[in-house]
């Protein structure tokens, strides 16, 4: 008899527990979910899930990484861009972002915006090979040949 009551107990306890947790870290349950929808690429569930968890002001720099992402691995630059853009300015300093923030206005097409960003970059790094060759193709995209020549010369060491 002993056993048994201590065995329903226990059941009890964790249902209680379960319960509670749910109750109380309701946002810590939808971030799951959320996250579970991002690793099985279901980024369509995902979006209103860290959009909604962002409007709590939940984790926000790893939600709007997470949304970030979504949004560019379903195809919608333009929420991609926007979601980038409030990870950069969460983390300024982070090389990567602002990489992936030029990178998505290259594939939009906002060349001039995308110039502005490696330049930006190229200012604190200015030896960078692989900053200054986005710098040059983004010039001849947005129609600055002779800023992407001269961009291209100082990668191959030339003069300009």
């Known amino acids: 008899m002993r056993i048994s009551t201590a065995i329903i107990s226990i059941i009890v306890i964790s249902l209680l527990t379960t319960a509670a947790y ?9 971030y799951r979910k959320a996250e579970r ?3 099985q690429k279901t980024y369509s569930k995902a979006i209103p899930l860290f959009d909604g968890l962002l409007g709590k002001g939940f984790k926000e720099t790893r939600v709007l990484s997470y949304l ?7 195809g919608d630059l333009t929420g991609a861009i926007e979601a980038f853009k409030r990870l950069a ?8 972002i602002r990489l992936k923030l030029g990178e998505l206005y290259d594939r939009k097409g906002d060349h001039v915006r995308a110039v502005s960003i490696y330049s930006s970059l190229l ?10 060759i986005r710098l040059a193709r983004s010039l001849a995209a947005a129609g600055d040949f002779d800023g ?5 010369r100082v990668i191959l060491g030339e003069n300009p």
């Open 148 to 152: 992407a020549i001269a961009q291209y």
């Open 123 to 132: 200012k604190t790094e200015p030896s960078s090979r692989s900053i200054r």
């Open 22 to 30: 749910r109750y109380f870290h309701e946002d810590w349950v939808l």
């Open 89 to 96: 300015g969460k983390v300024p300093d982070n090389r990567a």
């Open 68 to 74: 970030s992402e979504s949004h560019e691995r379903s």
């Open 37 to 39: 929808f991002f690793e």
